[in-house]
């Protein structure tokens, strides 16, 4: 038999990307003992360029801004760009760690295979060590690492990659470049491939709405937050109008006009693929119907000459770590909050959620509202116990009133405000 070794004293934080420093920071103000298990080299997560897997490239930023985008405690300096990029937000995260101390508690190059519920607790399963038992777990493993390439039909003789393999245009200087998806990621790198590919084609299945980064001179999300905070409805009605006015019709520029109202679906935040599209540095097109040779024939019945083809066509939601019937891929209702797990007690999981706003204040907010939730178990039953009936009860509406389109990509998606207040009526419940 497999020899075990009794860590039933802690829990375990698996990754140390944002949300496994800001877990392993509330875990140790708690006072709560934990092991922190990274399987790269260092801190960082996907922010590090060059850990492997990582989907960075090297024109990324961040989307949200940096005024409010930092954790609660650990604002981003004031010298950082309103956008920072990669870099930066990798120091910003390596700071932070520096500043709680996080990798005293850290093992680098531990490479976890499993993690199964046992009894009051969890058995994890590490690659090349013997089976360790803890009191349970904090999955803090990111949802861009697993890339969604779809198949299509025909047979193409040119080069195919996943966005998450893009690194810089020099990929595809002088190469004629079909990039599959509009999300945030295909627009960057649909802007960024036209400064040295020969042409770039963005190819879309439907409309979306475009938010330039900056509003009347501030950062958009800044902007936002200065005003009322109006209901879902009237805010929809009141942005698209504004929209409208900033960006215009899209569809002058090629674009398909949007099939939905304004936060229905992820809207897109960039400015640079707008300005490529009036310059004509990247046209657009619509869903690909095959590939044949090196053509792209696309369902309008027009065809383009391609010599690449980058599939930015996301991420799958999944948790390679645990088995299908403690979480199946995709999975949100088994999560309340999306984060603790209904029947698992044990089993917490940071980050899965896709927003309209910074996601490290909320991931600061997941990670305070675990620690304390775990602290309350041990010292305030009765405390705990009110908890537990927030888990077997419905889930609160985190939609802010919206009626989100029923597409994958909205699955566990929550709007900022309403998720804060969520997580924010469930600390203090435990405070």
């Known amino acids: 038999m497999q020899p075990v070794i009794d860590r039933s004293d802690r829990y375990v934080v698996i990754g140390a990307g944002p949300g496994g420093l800001c877990a392993a920071r509330w875990l140790a103000?708690?006072?709560?003992?934990?092991?922190?298990l990274e399987r790269h080299p260092d801190v960082g997560g996907i922010w590090d360029i060059g850990f492997a897997g990582s989907p960075m490239y090297e024109s990324a930023h961040f989307i949200s801004s940096r005024t409010l985008s930092g954790f609660r405690d650990f604002p981003m300096p004031d010298d950082y760009p309103d956008y920072p990029g990669h870099r930066q937000i990798l120091g910003y995260l390596?700071?932070?760690?520096?500043?709680?101390?996080?990798?005293?508690?850290?093992?680098?190059?531990?490479?976890?295979?499993s993690v199964r519920p046992a009894g009051d607790g969890v058995s994890v399963s590490i690659a090349g060590q013997d089976e360790r038992r803890y009191a349970g777990?904090?999955?803090a493993l990111g949802q861009q690492w697993t890339p969604r390439t779809p198949e299509l039909p025909g047979r193409f003789e040119g080069t195919v990659f996943h966005s998450s393999a893009y690194r810089s245009a020099r990929q595809v200087a002088g190469r004629r470049v079909l990039v599959v998806g509009g999300g945030n990621s295909g627009c960057d790198i649909a802007a960024d491939a036209a400064t040295q590919a020969e042409a770039v084609f963005l190819s879309l299945r439907r409309g979306y709405w475009f938010?330039?980064?900056h509003v009347f001179g501030v950062p958009a999300d800044v902007f936002g937050a200065r005003g009322p905070h109006l209901p879902g409805w009237l805010e929809q009605r009141v942005l698209e109008r504004l929209l409208k006015v900033l960006v215009?019709?899209?569809?002058?520029?090629?674009?398909?006009?949007?099939?939905?109202?304004?936060?229905?679906?992820?809207?897109?935040l960039n400015s640079q693929i707008l300005h490529a599209l009036a310059h004509g540095d990247v046209a657009v097109r619509g869903d690909v119907r095959a590939l044949d040779g090196r053509q792209a024939v696309?369902?309008?019945?027009?065809?383009?000459?391609?010599d690449t083809v980058i599939f930015a066509t996301g991420y799958r939601r999944a948790f390679p770590i645990l088995d299908p019937d403690v979480h199946r891929e995709g999975e949100v209702g088994s999560l309340y909050l999306n984060l603790a797990h209904r029947r698992h007690p044990g089993l917490f999981v940071i980050g899965f959620f896709e927003t309209d706003g910074g996601a490290f204040p909320l991931i600061d907010?997941?990670?305070?509202?675990?620690?304390?939730?775990?602290?309350?178990?041990?010292?305030?039953?009765?405390?705990?116990?009110?908890?537990?009936?927030?888990?077997?009860?419905?889930?609160?509406?985190?939609?802010?009133?919206?009626?989100?389109?029923?597409?994958?990509?909205?699955?566990n998606y929550v709007r900022t405000l309403p998720y804060r207040r969520?997580?924010?009526?469930?600390?203090?419940?435990l405070t």
């Open 365 to 411: 907010l997941q990670c305070e509202l675990v620690a304390r939730l775990i602290r309350a178990r041990r010292e305030s039953p009765e405390t705990a116990a009110r908890f537990a009936r927030r888990l077997a009860g419905p889930a609160p509406d985190l939609r802010g009133g919206i009626r989100f389109l029923e597409v994958e990509r909205m699955a």
């Open 94 to 113: 390596r700071a932070y760690a520096d500043r709680h101390a996080v990798r005293k508690n850290a093992e680098f190059g531990v490479v976890v295979t």
């Open 137 to 139: 777990a904090v999955l």
């Open 422 to 429: 969520a997580l924010t009526a469930a600390i203090r419940e």
């Open 211 to 213: 938010i330039p980064k």
């Open 29 to 36: 103000d708690q006072g709560l003992a934990f092991d922190l």
């Open 248 to 268: 215009g019709d899209v569809t002058r520029l090629g674009l398909p006009a949007p099939d939905h109202r304004l936060f229905q679906t992820h809207p897109v």
């Open 298 to 306: 696309f369902a309008d019945g027009r065809s383009e000459p391609i």
